[in-house]
């Protein structure tokens, strides 16, 4: 069957630190993927595209690597601070869903001072 | 402030009933895209309106509807309500008709269903 895997469990850690946070699919050829904030009771907030050709992409302290053959997705917050506390969605354009976005269900993310 | 709007905030009904979702995209925005999302199923794409037509559909069930205006803004109506149907609905919208586009996403109306 087909799915997006998030880490399930919330990821901690200290103020300063790079956090990685993973995103696996099966039986999905995703053409994109994004990555999405989103803060409890608050919409998602757009993060930064990938495209299946680009290997990684950076965006200030935001760095996301897309690795089509192993079907997975890392996003990175280096330098990360209490602000980045937040919900990070995963999400697909699955070339078989007609380019609809799929979303994972995300990982909770905790910084702590 | 994505510049999207969405009303009400909260909505509280019961089973049965039917109700009316209603989102404004940001300005020059010219498709809108419905998701749901609840602790169960996540996030899921409903539906996608571009320039008052149907562009494209997801997991939405028949008894849930959408249209979009000439003036851009959208409905998403829900009937015959369930418990199952609770849950946040966000609104997005974005300048064209690709979902690659940068999606903005609006505050959410949270409905329960008693």
């Known amino acids: 069957s087909q799915k997006i895997e998030q880490n399930s469990e919330a990821l901690n850690i200290q103020e300063g630190k790079t956090a990685t946070l993973t995103c696996n699919y099966t039986n999905y050829s995703p053409a994109y993927l994004q990555w999405y904030r989103q803060d409890p009771g608050r919409g998602p907030v757009f993060l930064l595209l990938i495209r299946e050709n680009e290997k990684e992409k950076r965006k200030e302290r935001l760095k996301v690597t897309f690795d089509t053959t192993l079907k997975q997705s890392l996003f990175h917050i280096t330098a990360s601070q209490p602000a980045d506390s937040a919900t990070y969605l995963c999400?697909?354009?699955?070339?078989?869903?007609?380019?609809?976005?799929?979303f994972g269900a995300g990982t909770i993310l905790r910084v702590k001072s | 402030d994505s510049g999207v709007t969405q009303t009400p905030k909260h909505l509280i009904t019961a089973t049965g009933q039917r109700v009316t979702l209603r989102c404004s995209p940001r300005s020059g925005d010219l498709s809108v895209y419905w998701y749901q999302q609840s602790l169960d199923q996540g996030l899921q794409f409903l539906i996608q309106?571009?320039?008052?037509?149907?562009?494209a559909k997801g997991n939405i069930l028949e008894r849930f509807s959408a249209q979009q205006f000439p003036d851009l803004h959208s409905e998403l109506n829900l009937s015959s309500l369930e418990l199952g149907d609770s849950a946040l609905y966000f609104c997005a919208s974005s300048a064209s008709g690709s979902p690659f586009n940068e999606q903005f996403f609006g505050p959410g109306t949270r409905l329960t269903v008693l």
């Open positions: 309106y571009y320039n008052g037509e149907e562009r």
């Open positions: 999400a697909l354009f699955p070339l078989e869903y007609g380019n609809k976005l799929v």
